[in-house]
């Protein structure tokens, strides 16, 4: 049996596609295309062809199952048959006609193949050709225990296999059990490892090793006791060395308070306050200076003046004049520029008037010739109707010409025929031909039709963007209202004015923290400040590094440089971190 044709009518996702197989003389056909092209989408149309389509089959997403449809034409020797399979419950084949054909019309091709045996013989795909290699190898089942044999010459595989397995099994296995050989020998091997090592340890030795630690540990413990007394009094000395200059510092500052006696306790910011009262009262006095200048001049110059009564009564009016004269300050200009634009509009309607043969009139004389509104807009609907219709008048030319010259061709070509009696059929089909018309013609016109019709639609996939689906799933949408999208276009210029708004705040916050950054980055490498964090840091350290001594986990000879390097740099920044508050406390007294 071979396919000579193979139609997937309504199928995955083919509407109306035939794969052609024509006879060759090496009649093998490979069918190569990327993924996603329906290759294994036609191997399985094959099968549903074959042996019917799937109850539940998974090819239904574009064509629903009652509608999905197959065809194909089979040879076999002599004999071709053009069937159809359907999707339905009974009578699923028929003739490319239409005709309904028994259920075993297929039988003369396939014999008593069923749908698995074919599929596992011939709808070979990678994952399967994998696993039948596996299973050709493992001969986990009959046909790879058949095709093993068949391929080494062994015969009586399994059962030397099952004697091998079993054997393995009781030599070892995954799982620990007390039956299996090997896991009886590491036993026997733990227990004289063990035997082993109890075997090497001496009294004598342990009892040297045992004295030695209690001697050391005697030692270690004085040395501890010896260290914590030091330690107690380092302390004490650090203490009185600590506050010593604070006390004198004190004392002093005491007497020189109650030499001054009650004193005001003013703000921080007072001499900044006080300079700037100064500064705002030289200012104001200057100010109030000048003022008073100015108003005696002012003085001055009221009294001279000899107010006229009947101009001081008519004041609103000469407001409203001021007014009115600020208003029409470009009147002139205005009306100049008006004019021009005016003069050079009459020229162009003179110009037009000429063109339309109409005598030199008055301004007034052509205003009233112009026509109305609804006129201009008729005459502009006109005009444009008349390019389309000189367009398709032109068009029609050339077509009436066109026919003409065929007409005429005809004639030529019927009266160059020798006369003879036609036949009444011949009368008749000619005159059904001529019905027909041009056939090449409207084929060509057909063609340019759909050639314009396949650049709208392309145009139109263009303007969609990333479309990958089918045209009927696109008419299947449902577009948006107008007023759907009015608002979803409002919430888009929303959302960006928002964020155009955070980016300006985040750019302004930005900016803040760097400015920030800066600040601390200068003041940290001008005043070098000390945190409470960094010294509590460096304590910790130095405490860890005392218990490890205590604790006996570091030798006490290695861990010496450590600890008294932590001590000093501990000691070091404290002292720095208490110099500077004891300044910042001085500055602010």
Known sequence: MRFAQLDLLRYGKFTDTSVVLPKAEQDFHLIVGP??????????????????????????????????????????????????????????????????????????????????????????????????????????????????????????????????????????????????????AAAELELAEAALKAATVRTKDWQEASSTVSQIGSELEHARQC???????????????????????????????????????????????????????????????????????????????????????????????????????????????????LQVIWQELQ?????????????????????????????????????????????????????????????QHIAALPTSDLPTGLVADLSQARALGDVAAQQKQLQTQLGRLQRDLDSARHALGPWCHASEILHQLHAPTQDEITALIKRRHDLEAKEASAQQRLAEFTADIDNLQLEITQYQAAHQPVTLAQVQQLRTARDASWHAIKNGAVALPQAAPDYERLVLESDALSDQRHDRAQQATEFQL
């Open 227 to 341: 260290y914590k007394t030091l330690e107690q009094q380092r302390i004490g000395l650090e203490r009185v060395r600590r506050t010593a200059p604070m006390l004198h510092t004190l004392k002093a500052l005491e007497g020189a308070l109650a030499e001054l006696g009650p004193v005001i306790v003013l703000p921080q910011e007072a001499g900044e306050l006080l300079a700037r009262a100064e500064r705002d009262l030289a200012l104001a006095t200057q100010a109030a200076q000048l003022l008073t200048q100015q108003q005696a001049d002012l003085a001055e110059k009221i009294a001279s003046l000899l107010p006229d009564e009947s101009v001081l009564a008519r004041s609103a009016d000469i407001l409203t004049l001021f007014e009115l004269r600020q208003q029409l300050r470009s009147v002139d200009r205005d009306i100049a520029l008006r004019e021009g634009e």
């Open 35 to 184: 993924n996603e092209a329906g290759k294994s989408t036609l191997r399985n149309a094959i099968l549903d062809l074959l042996f019917g389509i799937e109850t539940r089959s998974r090819y239904n997403f574009l064509h629903p199952h009652p509608d999905m449809r197959l065809g194909a034409v089979i040879e076999q020797h002599d004999v071709v048959l053009d069937f159809i399979r359907l999707k339905a419950r009974s009578k699923t084949l028929q003739t490319a006609a239409g005709q309904a054909l028994p259920d075993n019309a297929l039988m003369p091709f396939l014999g008593q193949l069923e749908r698995d045996f074919f599929d596992q013989m011939f709808g070979l795909n990678h994952e399967r050709l994998v696993r039948g290699g596996q299973d050709i190898l493992s001969a986990a089942n009959d046909i790879g225990q058949i095709l093993f044999q068949a391929a080494a010459g062994v015969g009586s595989l399994g059962v030397v296999r099952d004697q091998l397995e079993a054997e393995a099994s009781s030599l070892w296995a995954k799982r620990k059990s007390s039956d299996r050989e090997y896991y009886l």
């Open 351 to 411: 110009g037009s008037a000429r063109q339309l043969a109409w005598p030199d009139e008055a301004q007034d004389v052509v205003s009233n010739r112009l026509p109305g509104t609804l006129l201009k807009s008729t005459l502009n609907q006109l005009i444009r109707r008349h390019e389309a219709l000189v367009q398709a008048l032109t068009t029609s030319e050339e077509a009436l010409g066109q026919r003409q010259q065929e007409v005429n061709r005809i004639n």
